[in-house]
């Protein structure tokens, strides 16, 4: 395949290579296998149940050692509003307030998210501001009838030349309503982070956006500093990244071939969360702890939100020692074969890394490789939540290349569900990743690791999109907690529901963790 100097030159303008393209096409014409589930993770089988002693000991144990370690907390957050809105859009695309009432247009298209939302309107945090604006566009607006009430306030929200809500990141959308004030997710990040990620009582977030939001989070934090570091007694220390280009991988046809614009140029995309982990590999911290931008509480639930995160850091923080101490006692050359034979047992039963059952034959200096291989890498452990409804991804055992099997976090789109076996150990599955993640991405030495030498490229997606109504194929790299994170160690903890409140339509703001009575 043959590119022009003009795909060249777009090419390297966006710091990519003409081999890397073409591996990515050669990606997409051989496609990406299915993972082979072993067996689903379960309690005392992949996912640990703490008893409450234990949450105690862990937990007291982060608090003991949180002042003498470097902590971020890393929010994805670069996310439009948009999907929140998208029963409402499709509201205000099909209803004709000529020709039905609302009532009717609701019972005609099985809309209930709209008979959600309208019933809870006034329970929505951004309702007064929303009627605020209204006043001031329509001045007979309490003269109208109800539905035209109701339509005038969804088009408040959603028209670009009013507040224009669905085009704000979702960061930045009112979030709770509290007696004094409204809240956005981007300002109980910071809140939260004062509870379980400050060292000192300061607290570093980093947060990845899109570019052409940035002026407005550094807008936001002006505004809610000075009240939010006084009110917490916490100084803040915010960064902000974009999803560098250098991630974005080409778009090809049904066919294979490089999809092109009107134009004639070649169609990049960006690659999903998991070119996050060029911007989480910058980050110079002992423990980092990872949370989606849309996954906050209101203030009565923040504590027990909270202590899961300390449970979950003493869990690495505890691990991460141990480990520490065996790869310095490997170094030492202190040690007899009952020593190792401990270690590759701690491997195999803590860190959940199955042991070739060759081991004990291997010669001694073989013997010390493999067991430094195994436990010099970064550690996460991470938090599940039992489902409640329908499985879907989550914790599975999954067989990989020479028939190692490893802990991982799955997405249901890596599995065959045509394969009767892979689909019943799908429904096998009791928990689900609520992406809850305490990351040690530092070595026995201090020394940052090099994330992407622990990635698994064999786990990226392949997804169906359209641009100018013609039919493209996307290239998604491995999962930032998937693939991206396959040839980390992993523990995983059982944690409770309240620990997962994400917000993806606007009626989840009306559920109880988003609401203060």
Known sequence: MNFSKSDIAQITQKGLTVDKVKAQIAVFKKG?????????????NGVLNLSENEKVHYS??????CNAISI???????????????????????????????????????????????????????????????????????????????????ETMLDDDKLNFAQYPKG?????????????????????AALYAASNNEANLHFTISERHNHKFDEEFKYIEEDVEERTKTKFNISFSYQKHLTDTISVTPKNEPFRDDDGSLVFRPSGHGALLENLNELKADIIFIKNIDNVVVNKYKVDVSQYKKILAGVLLEVQNQVFEYLKLLETNTYDDNTRYEIAQYIS???????????????????IEYLRDKLNRPIRVCGMVKNEGEPGGGPFWVEGEGGRISLQIVESAQIDKKNKQQKDILKQATHFNPVDLVCGVKNYKGEQFDLTQFVDRNTAFITMKTKTGKNLKALELPGLWNGSMANWNSIFVEVPLITFNPVKTVNDLLKAPHQLF
Request: proline share 4%; aromatic share 14%; charged share 25%.
């Open 60 to 65: 007291n144990y982060f608090e003991s050692q």
């Open 72 to 154: 971020i907390k890393f929010v994805p957050a670069s996310g439009a509003a948009t999907r929140m809105f998208k029963a409402l859009f499709a509201f205000l695309k099909d209803y004709n307030p000529e020709e039905e009432s609302i009532n009717s247009y609701i019972n005609r298209t099985k809309n209930n998210e709209l008979s959600v939302f309208l019933i809870g309107l006034e329970k929505l945090p951004f309702f007064e501001e929303v009627v605020s604006k209204i006043h001031k566009l329509i001045p007979d607006f309490n003269e109208l009838s109800q539905d035209q009430r109701r339509l005038a306030f969804v």
């Open 32 to 44: 990406i296998p299915f993972v082979n589930l072993k067996e689903a993770a379960t309690i005392n």
């Open 172 to 192: 930045l959308i009112p979030f709770h309503r509290y007696k004094d004030y409204v809240s956005t997710a981007f300002e109980e990040h910071l809140f939260e």
């Open 349 to 367: 039963q803590q860190l959940n890394v199955s042991i070739n059952s060759e081991f004990k034959k291997y010669s001694e200096k073989h013997q």
